[in-house]
């Protein structure tokens, strides 16, 4: 069972209205995080701050984004039911199980090995099906391409270009791009050659690693 009570569901209906004030609309995305008991994906000395709309330390150098961040890059894919998605950066898994909850297929990079052992077994003990592969989020993972949607959620220097590759004809990818700070970028994929890139404001993510073997 996972330890989730009544203040824990009043808290996450307190984050869903100060999202609504920030602009997120897309009522999948709102269920999602009113239902997805994010105090269970941080250290326990953090649950009593699990629900502000804050980023926090989860190890190995990495953070869970901050709520608003994981539902703008959300809301922004326009997912739909039963959509293929590819996520690079597992991280803490609150965005992949954000993901799973609206009803995507969800395919999962992560490069931290500790990451990647531990957020595994939480996935799977909150009853998410995903498809986890520890690895080089740069290289994506192909065997399962071509995916209706793509989101980073580590900052990159540059577009990846296999990612790109990996992306269906007419889908969707977010990915804060740009080093120190990141710009949000929708890439929209409409031919094999006609990629357009949208601007959408100014995030700061930790850096996405590469040169993985895997």
Same mark, same amino acid.
């Given at each position: 069972?996972? *330890?989730?009570? #009544?203040?824990?569901?009043?808290?996450?209906? &307190?984050?869903?209205? =100060?999202?609504?004030? @920030?602009?997120?609309? %897309?009522?999948?995305?709102?269920?999602?995080?009113?239902?997805?008991?994010?105090?269970?994906?941080?250290?326990?000395?953090?649950?009593?701050?699990?629900?502000?709309?804050?980023?926090?330390?989860?190890?190995?150098?990495?953070?869970?984004?901050?709520?608003?961040?994981?539902?703008?890059?959300?809301?922004?894919?326009?997912?739909?039911?039963?959509?293929?998605?590819?996520?690079?950066?597992?991280?803490?898994? *609150?965005?992949? #199980?954000?993901?799973?909850?609206?009803?995507? &297929?969800?395919?999962? =990079?992560?490069?931290? @090995?500790?990451?990647? %052992?531990?957020?595994?077994?939480?996935?799977?003990?909150?009853?998410?099906?995903?498809?986890?592969?520890?690895?080089?989020?740069?290289?994506?993972?192909?065997?399962?391409?071509?995916?209706?949607?793509?989101?980073?959620?580590?900052?990159?220097?540059?577009?990846?270009?296999?990612?790109?590759?990996?992306?269906?004809?007419?889908?969707?990818?977010?990915?804060?791009?740009?080093?120190?700070?990141?710009?949000?970028?929708?890439?929209?994929?409409?031919?094999?050659?006609?990629?357009?890139?949208?601007?959408?404001?100014?995030?700061?993510?930790?850096?996405?690693?590469?040169?993985?073997?895997?």
């Amino acid at each position: 069972m996972v *330890y989730d009570l #009544a203040k824990h569901k009043g808290q996450r209906s &307190k984050l869903v209205r =100060i999202l609504i004030d @920030k602009g997120i609309r %897309d009522e999948k995305v709102l269920k999602a995080i009113s239902r997805i008991p994010r105090h269970v994906f941080l250290d326990s000395s953090f649950e009593e701050f699990a629900y502000q709309d804050k980023p926090f330390p989860i190890g190995a150098g990495q953070t869970i984004s901050q709520p608003y961040t994981v539902a703008f890059q959300t809301e922004l894919l326009q997912l739909q039911k039963g959509e293929k998605v590819l996520e690079v950066g597992t991280g803490s898994g *609150y965005q992949a #199980a954000v993901l799973a909850e609206i009803g995507a &297929k969800v395919y999962t =990079i992560e490069r931290q @090995k500790e990451l990647f %052992d531990k957020t595994k077994v939480l996935l799977e003990r909150l009853g998410y099906k995903i498809n986890m592969k520890f690895g080089d989020g740069y290289q994506g993972m192909p065997s399962y391409a071509p995916y209706d949607k793509i989101i980073v959620t580590a900052g990159a220097p540059e577009l990846p270009q296999e990612l790109v590759k990996q992306l269906k004809v007419g889908g969707r990818m977010v990915i804060p791009l740009g080093e120190g700070s990141q710009k949000m970028k929708l890439i929209l994929k409409n031919s094999e050659t006609d990629i357009v890139i949208e601007d959408h404001g100014d995030f700061r993510f930790v850096p996405m690693l590469g040169n993985k073997n895997a």
